[in-house]
């Protein structure tokens, strides 16, 4: 039987070894334990041509139902008048980077609608995204070019990257037109009034999804093409 004395010494040793126990690491400010089984990523939004991030709010909202957190969600804002390769990719590359500094996350996913797609994907492929990114979404974008554009490449730098056989365009479909570890999915309509022709949106090697007969903003509130695009994001 243990004297008192020997009783003291053994809660004094114990003691001693909790308090050089070594501190366990903090989580990542998300909440969500890095690595983790379920673990989300951030979503980043890209809005279009001559559009701001407030296009968003139906996915958004939808995202939420799902639970995410506004924490999780980001929509990236920018001047959609400036060049996709020589402004533009960077000042994405910026944002992502600060998203995952806030997140602690290690990777994001991108959605983009129509101009948005070109940016997205040149900073994936040119802009040395592709280690930050997970899964990249395309909403009716202008991916091999839109006639439409040429009403406003006389004037404006970005009509000029959407115009079918541009520099920017050119560049993103040579070899492997979705490079990398990230996974890609397109979703386009056959009734898009800005995407000419409407087949310049799916890419080799992306999940590629027809919408049916939608106009070309309809795609952001369109409740089928919301579940398709949550789906992926959970894939």
Same mark, same amino acid.
């Given at each position: 039987m243990l004297t008192v004395r020997q009783r003291l010494l053994a809660l004094l040793t114990l003691c001693l070894a909790l308090l050089a126990a070594p501190a366990l690491p903090a989580q990542a400010s998300s909440g969500a334990v890095p690595g983790a089984a379920g673990a989300r990523n951030p979503v980043v939004f890209v809005h279009g041509y001559n559009a701001d991030p407030g296009v968003w709010g139906s996915l958004r909202e939808d995202l939420r139902a799902d639970g995410y957190t506004d924490s999780?969600?980001?929509?990236?804002?920018?001047?959609?008048?400036?060049s996709v390769n020589e402004v533009l990719s960077g000042r994405l590359a910026a944002y992502v980077a600060e998203v995952r500094r806030q997140t602690g996350a290690a990777r994001v996913d991108l959605v983009a609608h129509s101009f948005g797609s070109l940016v997205t994907r040149w900073y994936v492929k040119f802009g040395g995204g592709g280690p930050y990114v997970d899964r990249w979404v395309s909403l009716a974008g202008p991916n091999r070019g839109t006639s439409t554009a040429w009403a406003c490449a006389l004037w404006d730098q970005a009509c000029r990257d959407m115009t079918p056989g541009s520099y920017v365009v050119k560049n993103l479909n040579s070899g492997d037109e979705t490079p990398g570890a990230v996974r890609y999915a397109t979703f386009w309509s056959n009734c898009d009034e800005v995407i000419n022709p409407d087949d310049s949106v799916p890419l080799t =090697?992306?999940?590629? !999804?027809?919408? /049916?007969?939608?106009?070309?903003?309809?795609?952001? =509130?369109?409740?089928? !093409?919301?579940? /398709?695009?949550?789906?992926?994001?959970r894939s």
């Amino acid at each position: 039987m243990l004297t008192v004395r020997q009783r003291l010494l053994a809660l004094l040793t114990l003691c001693l070894a909790l308090l050089a126990a070594p501190a366990l690491p903090a989580q990542a400010s998300s909440g969500a334990v890095p690595g983790a089984a379920g673990a989300r990523n951030p979503v980043v939004f890209v809005h279009g041509y001559n559009a701001d991030p407030g296009v968003w709010g139906s996915l958004r909202e939808d995202l939420r139902a799902d639970g995410y957190t506004d924490s999780e969600l980001f929509s990236f804002g920018y001047d959609t008048h400036q060049s996709v390769n020589e402004v533009l990719s960077g000042r994405l590359a910026a944002y992502v980077a600060e998203v995952r500094r806030q997140t602690g996350a290690a990777r994001v996913d991108l959605v983009a609608h129509s101009f948005g797609s070109l940016v997205t994907r040149w900073y994936v492929k040119f802009g040395g995204g592709g280690p930050y990114v997970d899964r990249w979404v395309s909403l009716a974008g202008p991916n091999r070019g839109t006639s439409t554009a040429w009403a406003c490449a006389l004037w404006d730098q970005a009509c000029r990257d959407m115009t079918p056989g541009s520099y920017v365009v050119k560049n993103l479909n040579s070899g492997d037109e979705t490079p990398g570890a990230v996974r890609y999915a397109t979703f386009w309509s056959n009734c898009d009034e800005v995407i000419n022709p409407d087949d310049s949106v799916p890419l080799t =090697g992306a999940a590629n !999804t027809p919408v /049916g007969c939608l106009k070309h903003n309809d795609l952001l =509130g369109d409740d089928p !093409t919301s579940a /398709g695009v949550r789906a992926f994001l959970r894939s």
